[in-house]
């Protein structure tokens, strides 16, 4: 078998970095870290992953030095530290997963800690849900491109590893914006917290906001800001850039609508997660120490990659139950219908997952709602493909928990905001020109301006919502194409600072466009042509494949029901990139006629590569129709056809699948398939 593809192979069923076994030496700036010796401690389930590992890699079996119950400890060599890192994420699907000790006995000690956190009960606060004013106000103004944008610093870091100079770049920067965000409030502090030496280089950084009534009960929110060794590359985006750009928004908002806590409010961004939650167990084991009364704790780690048909997995073991059941009581009461409706459902990650299990441990109510189900995770974490692509270039994902963090915080900590800013802001439109007739990419622009700033500007296309800007110039490049041929209204709608929100006037314009070329229908999630026509050609919308470039709006498939293959490189490996349906006798859609599927593909191999076409007759709600297989004769870019008849209905659409191995199946699992759908009208 290809080597190249055997590999994928191992890396679907075990969930094994391609990146796994990098060498220590290959992280830019990563310094090995001395060789001494230090305590982990580790689920039992998987303490038998720990022993294969070391013994694997040629080290001595470690030397377990206790056992108690769900929890074993070893002592290891620190350098041995992000091998058992790797193993806990390829081997069994956690994100750390095991805690770092600088002693035995704090590892021993730590054991007792776990047995009774598990048992505890909420004891600190009586949990209400009563502050929808402040609520409300606060996840009305949150923004997904503002998440977006933290993400995309975050990851633009060659790594954020705990001893890179990077990742001390990263706290920086951070401990930098926290503080613009807060822009000169007397009661709001953001401070880099330095760790001793044998814990780690890289600070944390810390926002508090003072609380009104209630000032020594703390409540916290955190996400880790390192990222793993994975190779010459760590970006991290989901893992946990998206965490701390979700805490990020709801800072702002925090800042933008004056809220005042009456409960001091804490934002942390862990240092050397990735190792053991070094950063979060020396904090939370010193507010241990100092006895701050921390009453609750909510861990946001990998926020923007959904898995899962649900929206927010919460996790229930090492996890305080009374606080999880309050957050989802937050999410039933405030989350319950469209367009802020969110879904959630119970899930497991195991032991020291991530950094709430260090509070956990200390003793105080932790919880941690995560992306998916996590059997269901992102599986590009600890790569160099943890990228932005992954969660196809936006963060609508983790808006949705900037939204339930927003309503955590406004409810836990309680409090009130302080908007003075009523006054709508002014947008006008400037671009096109009343009665102007457009065709293919159009610009449409606005001038705005307000008080509080601009928080962003949407763009209308008869009444709907066709795009976003959150910075001047305000301006947006409208596909037509996506638009039927005809009269239509544009207009601009711009939101300030605090909400507020004004709409321009509109201007009337002609979409004149060849009916045969598709647009990217944004309601059904594909490429369409919206009027009748004789054929219908997907035009550049699906080349290229998943996250591998340059396919955009990825997947291209009918209410994105059918997901990519994320290994390979682009035009090397399989991909669909483009679709054209066309009657074969020349005239217009319509059943019963004959019509041509043109499908250009790239060819990997003769053999193991196979073309699967369906077509579906009501493409709003999709029956997948098999129409054959074809297999290529050639590499490369090739030209795949078939014939089928048209059935009766209005809105049509065609399938086509890219496989390498595999079945005849309408959607596949393999990690080098490319699904494309193309949509269009029949008279």
């Known amino acids: 078998m290809n080597m190249k593809r055997l590999a994928s192979v191992v890396m679907v069923l075990g969930c094994v970095s391609a990146f796994a076994k990098a060498p220590e030496s290959s992280v830019p700036e990563a310094q090995a870290p001395a060789d001494r010796e230090v305590w982990i401690t580790v689920g039992s389930d998987v303490a038998h992953i720990v022993n294969a590992t070391l013994v694997g890699s040629g080290f001595a079996a470690p030397e377990q030095v206790g056992q108690k119950g769900e929890v074993t400890a070893f002592r290891v060599r620190e350098s041995q530290l992000n091998l058992i890192s790797r193993a806990m994420h390829d081997r069994a699907n956690r994100c750390g997963g095991y805690i770092y000790h600088d002693t035995e006995a704090s590892a021993l000690a730590s054991m007792d800690n776990t047995a009774a956190a598990q048992a505890m009960s909420s004891l600190a ?74 814990v780690t280089t890289q600070p944390s950084v810390i926002m508090t906001i003072q609380g009104t009534t209630l000032p020594s009960e703390v409540v916290v929110l955190g996400g880790h800001l390192d990222s793993t060794s994975s190779g010459s590359t760590a970006p991290g985006a989901d893992d946990d850039a ?57 861990q946001l780690d990998m926020t923007n990659y959904q898995g899962s048909t649900i929206d927010v997995a919460m996790m229930t073991d090492y996890t305080n139950a009374a606080q999880n059941s309050f957050i989802t009581n937050l999410i039933s009461t405030y989350f319950n219908t469209d367009p802020n409706k969110i879904t959630w459902s119970n899930s497991t990650c195991g032991y020291a997952c991530s950094d709430h299990a260090s509070w956990t441990n200390a003793g105080f109510a932790a919880s941690i709602p995560f992306e998916s189900l996590m059997s269901q995770y ?195 490996d399989e991909s669909n990139d483009r679709i054209k349906v066309s009657t074969t006798d020349g005239t217009p859609f319509a059943a019963g006629k004959t ?50 008849t048209l059935p009766s209905g209005a809105v049509q659409a065609v399938r086509a699948r890219f496989r390498y191995n595999g079945s005849v199946a309408a959607c596949g699992t393999g990690s080098y398939n490319d699904h494309d759908d193309l949509v269009f009208a029949v008279q």
Request: with cysteine; charged share 15%; proline share 3%.
């Open 125 to 198: 606060v009586t949990y209400t849900v009563d502050n929808a004013a402040t609520v409300n106000a606060l996840v009305a103004g949150l923004q997904e491109p503002n998440i977006r944008n933290t993400i995309t610093q975050l990851s633009s870091y060659t790594t954020r590893y705990h001893t890179s100079s990077t990742g001390t770049t990263a706290a920086n920067w951070l401990k930098s914006h926290w503080e613009s965000l807060a822009n000169g409030r007397t009661d709001v502090t953001v401070e880099l917290y330095t760790h001793p030496s044998t």
């Open 242 to 298: 998206s965490g701390i750009a979700t805490l990020t928004e709801v800072i702002r908002m925090a800042m933008v609508q004056g809220y005042r806590p009456q409960r001091t409010v804490k934002f942390m961004a862990y240092a050397a997660e990735e190792v053991g939650l070094r950063g979060s167990k020396n904090i939370a084991d010193t507010y241990k120490a100092n006895a701050v009364n921390v009453v609750g704790v909510l």
């Open 378 to 572: 992102n599986p590009s974490i600890h790569t160099v493909n943890d990228t932005l692509a992954r969660s196809n270039n936006n963060a609508n994902h983790a808006l949705k928990f900037a939204k339930v963090a927003a309503a955590y915080v406004a409810e836990l900590a309680k409090g009130s905001v302080n908007v003075t800013d009523t006054t709508p802001p002014t947008v006008a439109l400037t671009a096109p020109a009343s009665g102007a007739t457009v065709t293919g990419t159009a610009t449409i622009s606005a001038t705005a301006s307000d008080a509080s700033g601009i928080g962003r500007v949407d763009f209308l296309v008869d009444g709907q919502v066709k795009g976003s800007v959150t910075s001047s110039p305000y301006n947006f490049a409208w596909d037509t194409a996506s638009t039927a041929n005809g009269s239509h209204t544009v207009a601009a709608r711009a939101y300030d600072g605090v909400g507020n929100s004004a709409t321009s006037s509109s201007v009337t314009v002609t979409v004149s466009n060849s009916t045969s070329t598709a647009g990217y229908d944004s309601t059904l999630k594909a490429p369409r042509c919206l009027s009748v026509s004789s054929s219908c050609d997907s035009g550049t919308l699906l080349n290229g494949r998943g996250g591998l470039g340059p396919e955009v709006n990825t997947p291209n498939t009918i209410n994105g029901s059918c997901a990519d293959g994320l290994s390979g490189t682009y035009h090397s």
């Open 595 to 644: 019509v041509k599927i043109d499908a250009t593909v790239w060819v990997y191999s003769t053999t193991a590569d196979k073309l699967d076409l369906y077509y579906a007759a009501n493409a709003t709600s999709p029956t997948w129709t098999y129409i054959t297989t074809i297999t290529p004769t050639a590499k490369g870019a090739q030209t795949l056809s078939a014939t089928y």
